[in-house]
């Protein structure tokens, strides 16, 4: 069994065809060489030590396969958990046998050995796999290992990263101690997952060429298996080649300007200009790009299969308009404030904003939308702002308070807001905000008004209907949203509909002094002038490969990694046994066949890294003190040594059947919780 700590979502290993053949053919080869290494080493120090070895076999349960070579039989059996080496005086199915003392006469039984040859033994499982994980990581790190750099590419507004003041484009040098050159996304994730609780954790990184560190912790949310700060990994700036079920290309999203550029964007695509100027990163061409909302752009591409000598083709994109439904909604209060930012120390969380000041006069709800206030603010890039909120005090009614604001050129809306209950983001002042499903205004002769929802309306959920022909499409279906007093999910609903532009919307309202609930259709209009700052195109995740200049560099690297897998497996324990980590995070034989399927796909360097990292777990899990396992035997071992005498039958008996039975239910778990990671529920 294996933690699966930075949450690697399991991979489809239905799918078949010739190159997934190959793919579930090396995973199965090297799953069975990580347990083979394993059992081999109790093999050969077992028959060093001249002990009688009546199986070897890999699986347990009923026997498959089975060959027998002098004294021992070979078998394959039918469950693939693991394996075992079966000697004379040693059975954890009849542990009896351990203080039986007419096997311990007998002198190649496994009683009948020194207390240093056994501890041989049974340790020798655990070092072989320490030394294939070493020499794993190092072939590993020969061939080159793709990874995915330590780049932010985007912070979800209200969370632990976006507090901490992250941008996307920042790059991640150090998180606390671990400061790989260079580092990984995945060394992020990792150090936030095994942290402490209430403990911040420290990074270090260059945002636009320069210096900065902040602090950030960690929080785990509902749902949450691991302790997170909400961050996602930068994209690239080329073009997936991957296409849907249907044969059409998944570059564009139907309805957005991009998919109507001329020339079109093709599968392969790398961007590498934006109106004649170079990019060099994901997050300069997005800022870019909403700093030219409301304009056409060009992108220069290179074309895949192309020399790179060839002319850049130039791809026109026009501007894409915000879809609005013809209402303004209740704004509700700040719900948090960004490090270092405009807001810190002037506005607070619990704050509601009423009203603009100046440089102009608006009401908040009624002539302004509050969906609009990220854009507003950075219109008033280094002018002074004055704004009116409405604070809680304690023990008393909330006070109006005026505050002046001087917001940053930070465009808005490219904090999205994609989670669940998720506030909006004001990048320009750095406050997140939420916003009510309660009606405040309704535009005259707009989608809302026609529908008949009136001011003072609530709207209880949304629902976006999947166009009738794409429903036979891998995650087509209709995607619904409610809102409660405690769910205010607004903001999210409203980016749904932008990114989704065919889709038709089913608001479920309830008027006030209404009995009953009505549902309506609601045709959004695009605004003429509210822009996206984004065309409607994606990118493949960034990534780049590890690959050591010589052997020395690649053993370093190796016994590194090693040295960094059993305290990630340390930290990882310990965090199951605090409650830090979830248990559902635990994966058994399905998860792990999954994720080693996942490397496999990236290449036969990444499935080498992965049974590096598994040869660590499962050396590290084997010697935990658990009665059946090497370390439980090995506490046995220590106990006689020290006292001279082996435990008590009774006491070997009652141990063994008390780890037998925590490992099998173990075992039951995590294998419930692989199955059921088939069938999420909704």
């Known amino acids: 069994m294996e933690v699966l700590a930075d949450g690697i979502l399991a991979a489809d290993v239905l799918a078949f065809g010739i190159s997934n053949i190959t793919n579930i053919l090396l995973v199965a080869i090297g799953l069975g060489t990580v347990i083979f290494i394993h059992e081999l080493g109790h093999f050969l120090v077992a028959k060093w030590c001249d002990v009688k070895v009546e199986r070897f076999s890999i699986g347990f349960g009923p026997i498959i396969w089975k060959m027998t070579r002098g004294e021992t039989e070979y078998a394959l059996s039918a469950v693939p958990f693991g394996g075992y080496v079966k000697m004379l005086g040693q059975d954890d199915a009849d542990p009896a046998q351990m203080a039986d003392d007419r096997i311990a006469k007998d002198p190649r039984s496994y009683t009948a050995k020194s207390v240093p040859q056994r501890i041989a033994i049974i340790s020798a499982g655990v070092i072989n796999n320490m030394v294939s994980a070493v020499l794993f990581f190092i072939l590993a790190f020969m061939l080159g290992v793709k990874y995915q750099p330590a780049v932010v590419g985007g912070v979800i507004p209200g969370k632990p990263a976006w507090k901490a003041g992250l941008r996307a484009g920042d790059e991640i040098t150090r998180a606390n101690d671990r400061q790989d050159t260079p580092l990984s996304f995945t060394d992020v994730r990792l150090e936030v997952a095994l942290s402490r609780a209430d403990e911040p954790v420290r990074l270090e990184g260059l945002r636009n060429g320069k210096k900065f560190s902040t602090e950030v912790t960690p929080s785990i949310s509902a749902g949450d298996l691991i302790p997170t700060i909400s961050v996602e990994p930068s994209q690239s700036l080329k073009m997936p080649d991957a296409e849907g079920k249907s044969g059409e290309s998944r570059v564009t999203v139907k309805g957005l300007s991009a998919s109507r550029a001329e020339p079109p964007l093709l599968p392969g695509d790398e961007i ?82 009423t009203h603009i000041l100046s440089p102009e006069q608006r009401t908040i709800g009624v002539d302004l939308d509050p969906l609009q206030l990220p854009d507003y603010f950075a219109r008033f890039a280094g002018q002074e702002v004055r704004v009116k909120v409405k604070r809680e005090v304690s023990g008393g009614n909330p006070t109006p308070e005026e505050v002046s604001l001087v917001p940053e050129a930070r465009p808005g809306w490219v904090e999205r807001p994609v989670e669940k209950d998720c506030p909006l983001s004001i990048p320009a002042i750095g406050v997140a905000f939420s916003v009510l499903h309660h009606v405040v205004e309704v535009t005259p002769d707009g989608p809302a008004h026609k529908a008949g929802i009136k001011r003072d309306d609530s709207i209880l959920q949304i629902k976006l209907l999947a166009p009738k022909q794409d429903k036979h499409e891998e995650g087509d279906e209709d995607i619904v949203i409610k809102f409660s007093e405690t769910e205010r999910s607004w903001p999210t609903a409203f980016w749904l509909i932008q990114m989704l532009p065919e889709r038709a919307i089913e608001l479920t309202i309830k008027s006030q002094g209404a009995a009953t609930e009505q549902v309506v259709e609601v045709v959004p209009q695009s605004d003429p002038d509210w822009f996206l700052p984004m065309r409607g195109f994606s990118t493949l995740g960034l990534s780049k490969t590890r690959q050591a200049e010589n052997i020395g560099e690649a053993v370093t690297l190796g016994f590194h990694r090693t040295r960094d897998s059993i ?116």
């Open 272 to 353: 590498k200009e934006l109106d004649g100027v170079p990019l060099k990163t994901y997050a300069e061409m997005q800022l870019g790009i909403a700093a030219k909302r409301d304009k056409a752009v060009v992108l220069s591409v290179r074309r895949k299969n192309t020399a790179a000598d060839e002319p850049l083709t130039k791809i026109t994109i026009e501007p894409n308009h915000f879809r609005t439904l013809g209402l303004r909604m209740a704004i509700g209060q700040i719900k948090a404030i960004q490090r270092d930012s405009p807001a810190q120390g002037k506005l607070k969380e619990g704050d509601t904003i």
């Open 567 to 682: 305290f990630e497996m340390w930290f990882t324990i310990r965090g199951l046994f605090t409650g830090r980590i979830s248990p559902k995070a635990l994966g058994g034989p399905i998860r792990i066949a999954d994720t080693a399927y996942h490397f496999s796909k990236q290449g036969v360097p990444d499935l080498i890294l992965f049974l590096g990292i598994l040869s660590v777990s499962l050396s590290v899990l084997n010697f935990l003190p658990i009665p059946v396992l090497d370390g439980g035997h090995f506490a046995f071992l220590c106990w006689e040594g020290i006292r001279g005498k082996p435990p008590s039958e009774r006491v070997v008996v009652a141990a063994t059947y008390v780890g037998l039975a925590f490992v099998l239910s173990l075992m039951a778990f995590v294998l419930y919780m692989d199955i059921s990671s088939f069938f999420p529920s909704k």
